[in-house]
Nanobody, 123 residues
Framework: VQLVESGGGLVQAGGSLGLSCATS????????MGWYRQAPGKQRELVAV???????NYGDSVKGRFTISRDNAKNTAYLQMHSLRPEDTAVYYC??????????????????WGQGTQVTVSS
């Protein structure tokens, strides 16, 4: 299974940008998809996550500005970012929490990560 992000780039402060995360491969059972980000010298932090039932959780710094959505049929996640600030500059990673099954039929949790896409907000 691979997660492939797209849509990153350079935008001026106050602008908007959208990210997409497409999955390839077969996922046994997908529970949640989300976005994390990591700025230089900082720890990776939660941006937004959405579970299968539509419940969402946002990082405090993006509440009211970012919106996560999913297409469950396509196992795809989106992140709409508005009112971007220079402090939003980071590499954004797509994340999927799922379950997988091995050849013995054992089901266990697994987390998938994308390769990351750069978002740069200029002041």
């Amino acid at each position: 299974v691979q997660l492939v992000e797209s849509g990153g780039g350079l935008v001026q402060a106050g602008g908007s940008l959208g990210l997409s995360c497409a999955t390839s491969g077969s996922i046994f059972s997908l529970n949640a998809m989300g976005w994390y980000r990591q700025a230089p010298g900082k720890q990776r932090e939660l941006v937004a996550v959405m579970t299968n039932d539509g419940s969402t959780n946002y990082g405090d710094s993006v509440k009211g500005r970012f919106t996560i959505s999913r297409d469950n049929a396509k196992n795809t996640a989106y992140l709409q970012m508005h009112s971007l600030r220079p402090e939003d500059t980071a590499v954004y990673y797509c994340n999927a929490n799922a379950k997988t099954i091995d050849r013995a039929g054992i089901i266990f949790p697994i987390t998938y990560w994308g390769q990351g896409t750069q978002v740069t907000v200029s002041s």
